[in-house]
Each structure stands twice: as C-alpha cells, then as structure tokens.
C-alpha cells in the first residue's frame, strides 16, 4: 500500500517556475516507478513525466520536454516535478502516482494523490 501527498502547486506567471513535491508512505515505494499527471477542466487527465525505481530512465510528455524535470530521493520518500517557462496550458491539476512498471498511461498507475492545483496567468 501507497498513499500519495501532493504539495506545491500555486498561482504563477507565465515563464515563471513551480516545484511540486509528492510525500510517499510505505516501505515499498522505492519498488515503484513514479508519475505525474494532470487535468484541465473539460479535459482528460495526460501523462507528464515518469521516472523508474531506480531513476534510471525518466520519460517526459511532448508538451513540457525540456522545460520539465522529474527527480525523486528514495531515502525520503519524495518525489519532485520541477517545472520551468511555464506556459498558460500546463494551467491543471497536477497528480502524483505509482506504479509497479514503466508508467505512460493512467491505468498502469496502482495509487494516485489528491492533486495540486497549478495556475498559470499570461
């Protein structure tokens, strides 16, 4: 079992920065691959960017590749989405998730957070 807290989300400008974070509970969560998702009213929710248990391979949504940056520390439990230049359409709700094998879709995810709410004004 892998309960998942968001935190970080705010109101920004455009170009400006946001660092979300994702506190993990359980002993297992450094067994899990990580993801982040959003949702914008009206939409579905999209892939953002995933990391695997061992950080060694991270993969990024088209939309946000290099302006995103996904990380996490095993040691703490945490898992981070730094998020740069950005732009009026990342405005959404931001999901942390888990799941046992490489995440792209939202139905290979066991466990998801709450959400934070990100707002991006032009």
């Known amino acids: 079992q892998v309960q998942l807290v968001e935190s970080g989300g705010g109101l920004v400008q455009a170009g400006g920065s946001l660092r979300l974070s994702c506190a993990a509970s359980g002993r297992s969560f450094s067994t899990y691959s990580m993801a982040w998702f959003r949702q914008a009213p009206g939409k579905e929710r999209e892939f953002v960017a995933a990391i695997t248990w061992s950080r060694i391979s991270t993969s990024y949504a088209d939309s946000v590749k290099g302006r995103f940056t996904i990380s996490r520390d095993n040691a703490k439990n945490m898992v981070y989405l730094q998020m740069d230049s950005l732009k009026p359409e990342d405005t959404a709700v931001y999901y942390c998730?888990?799941?046992?094998?490489?995440?792209?879709?939202?139905?290979?995810?066991?466990?998801w957070g709450r959400g934070t709410q990100v707002t991006v004004s032009s």
């Open positions: 998730a888990a799941g046992r094998a490489t995440i792209r879709y939202f139905w290979e995810c066991d466990y």
